[in-house]
């Protein structure tokens, strides 16, 4: 399911974020939340995301006067994909950010 709110799936008839119950099927073109990453990952996520033909939409976390005031290491970026290519984008998540992570596992 997806909630349209706050634009995550769920497997529940409630969204677990706004608890609102107008949760539906999602659809083509859908935006899904995909991860919340730090910078600068989220400039890394959005690159790989861009080299494998995958549209994204990025959101800072913090408002813009908040983040320049704590100053841009403080920011996280919410990663947005389109519903038909979020399972293409958690297997690029998945496999680049457990490389980044543990160099040495493969
Ligand atoms: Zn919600």
Redesign the pocket.
């Known amino acids: 399911m997806y ?1 349209p ?2 634009r ?1 799936l769920t497997v529940n008839v409630r ?1 677990p ?4 119950r107008a ?1 539906r099927e999602p659809e083509r073109g859908d935006w899904c939340f995909l991860a919340e990453k730090e910078k600068p990952w989220d400039g890394a996520l959005t690159e790989i995301l861009g080299q494998n033909g995958v549209p994204f939409l990025t959101e800072s976390v913090l408002g813009a006067g908040l983040s320049a005031r704590l100053g841009s290491s403080f920011e996280r970026v919410r990663v947005y994909v389109p519903w038909e290519r979020y399972e293409t984008a958690r297997e690029l998540e998945r496999g680049f950010f457990s490389n980044a992570y543990a160099p040495d596992s493969e």
Do not use: P, W
């Not at 974020?17 to 609102?20: A, K, W």
């Open positions: 909630c709110h706050c995550i969204c974020v706004c608890l609102s949760v």
